[in-house]
């Protein structure tokens, strides 16, 4: 890597690469430009730090390039937003070796493309751990943006995706209890795969036949001046789904972020959680699945509070209910112990426990 | 650090701090949501690594947000993009110092509202170093974006802002040799003032009058469904600014890219380029100044080829002409060695040399 040098390694990354139609200007030139037909983007930013979020001897670098860009692509669907593009700062020891480097960009590439977008851009600079750092953007499509703050007591909250899973499979990592037997669990916690597919194919009938800043006329013939609707709170869409979020941190941990948000309580089933093949998984890693399916994050599952009187799309299971109140309760009771993910202090879920 | 967590030190951050009208939603939910009046907008990202690109020794925490912000600011500014908004993903070892984590967000947003912008959101990891990596947004409002690829033979070579200074205080630094005489160049290496007035005023009035695919009309009433121009090659714009970069990894360097993507030659004229306060630094530092304005990166000046009937406007002093061929070259002549920063291989300018 050092012998090739930053520009001609920038070049081998992007060679080849096809650019999705939202993409109007790619690598080059000083900065990037992405297409925002709504007139305005969503964007988020996540950081993977080698040893950290990720091991080079647990997973491939194919692997950790899909990872870095689904957990932002979730990012953006749980904001109810389409995947329109992606940037990635990569900091990388100069003795990395290309294919660790190719692996990263073909993961990353691989991923992007599975969220129907590309990615734009970036930088390459050297480090002393391997640093990714993905930022994503999603269109809104003329729709409010599905926030954590929408939940409504009676609604219904559902999930779509797999819990617990990529925590079954770190917990297999750490006990080097590899086996073809748990190659499920073990791909799961390698790759997550946010089912974008569920929340966009509900949400593609309700766009909202809406410019930025667009002059309307109201039945008296009086205009107003329309900025873009600026957040989900007045909006719930005509699907009904009032609150949208990504399990990143763990469950009750993200549920947790939209009782506070929405000033609601949030009760759970924990037979409507139940998964037999997890539980398979953790009899024989003498291990609690409930406790991997509430707490273990990284899955990349999307949970969301839909309006009582909605049916639910294909993909999604009812697991609990939201009530007046506050906090996050299963079957009625607080669960003691591990709420989820933090990056500093209280539990710690990572990958390498206390890295150096 | 360790002790406050990751979300109570993401509030302690962002408490206070008021977004500007175009972050539609800040931080708090999954992504944050920014207006892109343009219906397209530019998007840049640079990683800063400690020990690499900055040390904590020669800056304070302040200076280095300050220069995380602006070294990406400028790119967008070199666009002809208004800045938007900002995104901030921050690594950080767990002992890192509150003070650090407070210096480095007030300078991020000390700098982010000099360039008339705020900070959306981000994410914050442990790593062992030290991390940013930011990414920035602007809007074109309505103009067609400048590239590298715009250069016409003939154009005059301009520059707006300081070359060679933050060079000037890195050799200071390196060499040990701070004092009060020097304290105008330190400060220009520890945080890099982009003129970005110089290139946004000179552009305010020439704003093209188009909504993103809006429908229009010709002298024989056909219409044409518009897409926005997608690139800076179709419209040079009123002022006759063609080609734009900022000045990042030393003037040839950056007039290299552009003469590249342009296929042209570029020729300065070392009078123009003189500066005699820094060849009193360099006098007295036993250097050259001519190579630090010359090779030296991070001054952020933005260097711009303009049509020749144009006046350049306030701020802009010419340095070179445009001709047919390829390559750059100073007073005729080729300038052998050093052709700027690169962060892998080659020559290397790296705040510490070789790190570790």
């Known amino acids: 890597m050092r012998e090739l040098g930053e520009f001609a390694l920038i070049d081998r990354i992007n060679s080849g690469r096809l650019q999705t139609p939202g993409v109007l200007l790619g690598p080059g030139d000083d900065a990037a430009l992405v297409a925002a037909p709504d007139g305005r983007f969503v964007v988020t930013t996540d950081m993977l730090v080698q040893d950290r979020h990720f091991r080079l001897d647990w997973s491939s670098p194919q692997d950790i390039g899909r990872k870095a ?28 070796p290309l294919n660790v480097i190719d692996g990263l960009a073909d993961g990353m590439w691989t991923e992007a493309a599975r969220a ?37 007591v009676g609604d219904t909250v559902a999930v779509a995706g797999r819990l617990g899973w990529s ?11 590899e ?17 974008y597919a569920a929340v966009l194919n509900a949400l593609s009938g309700t766009a909202v036949a809406e410019t930025p800043d667009s002059t309307v006329a109201d039945a008296d013939g009086n205009t107003t001046h329309q900025r873009p609707s600026s957040t989900g709170a007045s909006d719930p869409g005509d699907i009904g789904l009032n609150a949208l979020t990504d399990v990143s941190d763990g469950l009750l941990a993200d549920l947790g972020h939209i009782a506070t948000s929405s000033e609601v309580a949030i009760d759970l089933d924990s037979a409507a959680l139940r998964d037999k093949a997890l539980d398979r998984i953790a009899a024989r890693m003498d291990a609690d699945a409930t406790q991997w399916i509430l707490t273990g994050g990284e899955d990349h599952a999307f949970v969301g509070t839909w309006s009582a009187g909605y049916p639910l799309p294909a993909g999604w299971v009812p697991i609990g209910r939201v009530s007046a109140g506050h906090g996050v309760t299963v079957d009625g009771a607080a669960r003691p112990g591990s709420a989820g993910w933090e990056s500093f202090g209280g539990v710690d879920s990572a990958v390498a426990g206390e890295p150096r």
């Open 69 to 96: 860009i689904a957990q932002n692509a979730a990012d953006v669907v749980a904001m109810g937003a389409v995947p329109s593009a992606f940037v990635v700062a990569l900091g990388c020891p100069a003795d990395t």
């Open 116 to 152: 129907g977008a590309s990615i734009a851009g970036g930088d390459l600079v050297r480090s002393r751990d391997i640093v990714i750092s993905v930022t994503a953007f999603g269109d809104l499509r003329g729709r409010a943006a599905i926030t954590r703050a929408g939940a409504r």
């Open 167 to 177: 925590a079954a499979g770190l917990a297999i990592l750490t006990a080097d209890a």
């Open 179 to 195: 086996s073809d037997d748990f190659a499920e669990a073990l791909a799961a916690h390698r790759v997550p795969q946010p089912p």
